[in-house]
């Protein structure tokens, strides 16, 4: 990274998409902005390389409608910032590949695996050679990486033109957004994640760091914990509200599970729960460890060790449902080949939280079971990485060994207090209060109490990428 460019206060907060969710709660970090006096540009896409998340087909009539919406909302907000194109008719021809490092490419292509495995959890190869999708997913694979080579090559003129000492976005991982931090690290400037927080969704930024890095997430948790934010109250309400069905801090994924379904026997159960392991690739090895990486192999291992003196339930993951990258159907299938192993497939509707109440021992790769155990006041053990891992909340085993060993030695439940630290911090959120406001009901953000939504609705061309990300995501 060069060395930072003097002490230039100028903000060029880039829009994602007015198609977007989060169109709306970037322009409320706009006006968070300019209500605390700084100096900001607004950055926007003027569509002359097309093939964003919104348009990732290229279709002009959505361009000209995301251009409208935008406008609108600006006008509407009457945000009187300078706005700035990204995106231009005049420097288009001059974006060449040649102009890259292969460093610079590699990064590149990497954003649009991620976003790719983030928005259809799949890769091009997962299609059959005869299906058309997989010739449509090239075609958007390529106008993607297109889309972010313009967009870094152009943020970074402008960050030399308009003499901007920081660059704000959305998320950092999704395309382009990745392609703006490299330009900001590569230019030798600051830059800001923006993203939203807990169940009221404030808005949350982060400095020159990735928001999805394990180690910001504990040091931001230790921060939460160490500044006494944490609240019992909202720790509670979040487990319950997870039991119900209800959403907290993310969606529910039991709402179609039901009671009644898991059978007591005379031996104890230890039940073993899986991760999204797809929604975590793009992350790398920070998030994994050797058993979490190859459940198959730690579960195979482990139910030779204790499969005679416990009944093992493996209760997969509900959202690894949407999982098209192959990788759950073949777990699923080569547990289901183990004798001693019983497996809930993730459609199935076996409640994962009666499961939970009559087990023994419950393991998990990383998902939040690891503290509703502990809340549920069972014997927890954590086998892969989790953000509250430093907290005293599970057993920590890296092989299945460890974990018999564990057994050997008996265990009981870990205190509940760390537990219910960790949950308040979901819902309470490292966020602050702002101009945009989330509507629990209605799924929806507003700014200064205006959203967009009908607007972005009101054109046809709004449905035709729907259209097309719907069948891309048919299995």
Wanted: hydrophobic residues 40%; proline residues 2%; contains cysteine.
């Amino acid at each position: 990274m060069q060395e930072k460019l003097g002490n230039r206060n100028k903000i060029g907060v880039v829009l994602p998409s007015a198609l977007t969710e989060s169109f709306e709660i970037v322009l409320a970090r706009v006006i968070d902005l300019v209500n605390a006096g700084e100096d900001v540009e607004i950055i926007q896409c003027d569509g002359a390389v097309k093939g964003c998340v919104a348009n990732p087909f290229n279709i002009k009539s959505t361009c000209d409608h995301c251009k409208n919406v935008r406008d609108n909302a600006v006008n509407s907000l009457k945000i009187s910032c300078r706005r700035l194109s990204i995106n231009n008719e005049s420097r288009v021809d001059s974006i060449s590949e040649a102009n890259f490092s292969d460093t610079q490419i590699e990064d590149i292509k990497s954003s649009v695996e991620s976003t790719i495995l983030t928005f259809y959890r799949r890769k091009k190869e997962n299609f059959n050679k005869a299906d058309i999708r997989k010739l449509v997913m090239s075609c958007l694979e390529k106008n993607f990486f297109t889309y972010s080579k313009a967009i870094y090559a152009e943020s970074k003129n402008l960050i030399v033109t308009r003499g901007l000492g920081r660059l704000e976005f959305f998320n950092g991982r999704i395309v382009p957004n990745y392609a703006l931090l490299k330009s900001a690290q590569d230019s030798g400037i600051d830059f800001s994640i923006i993203e939203v927080a807990g169940i009221y969704r404030n808005i949350l930024t982060v400095k020159n760091k990735s928001i999805h890095d394990l180690g910001f997430r504990q040091s931001a948790l230790r921060k939460f914990i160490d500044s006494r934010l944490s609240r019992e109250d909202q720790g509670i309400i979040f487990f319950e509200s997870r039991r119900s069905g209800k959403r907290t801090d993310t969606i529910s994924f039991v709402k179609q599970q039901v009671h009644g379904m898991i059978n007591e026997t005379e031996k104890p159960i230890f039940a073993i729960f899986t991760s999204s392991t797809d929604e975590f690739e793009f992350l790398g090895d920070q998030w994994f460890t050797e058993a979490s990486k190859n459940p198959y192999s730690f579960i195979l291992k482990l139910s030779e060790l204790i499969g005679n003196d416990y009944r093992i339930v493996v209760r997969m993951h509900p959202n690894q449902a949407g999982d098209y990258t192959g990788a759950t159907k073949i777990l699923e299938k080569k547990l289901r080949e183990l004798d001693n192993v019983e497996v809930i497939s993730p459609r199935e509707r076996q409640s994962t939280y009666e499961l939970i109440d009559k087990a023994s021992v419950v393991l998990a790769f990383g998902s939040s079971v690891g503290i509703e155990a502990t809340y549920a006041r069972k014997p927890s053990i954590l086998v892969g990485r989790a953000v509250w891992e430093f907290l005293d909340i599970a057993y920590h085993a890296e092989t299945a060994e460890t974990v018999a060993e564990l057994l050997k030695n008996g265990l009981k439940a870990k205190p509940r207090i760390d537990a219910i630290a960790v949950a308040s911090y979901y819902m309470i959120g490292d966020g602050v209060e702002g101009v945009l406001s989330w509507d629990k009901d209605k799924n929806l953000f507003s700014v200064n109490g205006q959203n967009f939504l009908g607007n972005k609705r009101s054109s046809f061309s709004y449905y035709i990428t729907r259209f097309f990300n719907k069948i891309l995501r048919l299995p």
